[in-house]
Nanobody, 124 residues
């Protein structure tokens, strides 16, 4: 079992930046690929970014590529999402999740453990 807790969300103007953090507890964090997803009101939860256990590989949704950076510190059991040049369409609840090792990195069904989410609101 892995427990995940996100923080760092808030209200920011378009063009601004935020850094989200997700702290893990429970089973060894360093063995999991981790992902960030987001869900806007009335929309399905969507993939944002993923990072391998060693941080050797990262993947991003096209909508955030070049603006967002995922990273991790296994010594602190923490995964981060640095979000630059934020847009109003980035407004959503952001979730971190631990990948189970089966299925596409972009699929919510491939992640067994989820945090409660942190709200990000970008004003125009």
């Amino acid at each position: 079992q892995v427990q995940l807790e996100e923080s760092g969300g808030g209200l920011v103007q378009a063009g601004g930046s935020l850094r989200l953090s997700c702290v893990a507890s429970g089973r060894p964090f360093s063995t999991y690929r981790m992902g960030w997803f987001r869900q806007a009101p009335g929309k399905e939860r969507e993939f944002v970014a993923s990072i391998s256990w060693s941080a050797g590989s990262t993947y991003y949704a096209d909508s955030v590529k070049g603006r967002f950076t995922i990273s991790r510190d296994n010594a602190k059991n923490t995964v981060y999402l640095l979000m630059n040049r934020l847009k109003p369409e980035d407004t959503a609840v952001y979730y971190c999740a631990a990948y189970t090792g089966a299925g596409s990195y972009q699929s919510t069904s491939a992640y067994d453990y989820w945090g409660q989410g942190t709200q990000v609101t970008v004003s125009s």
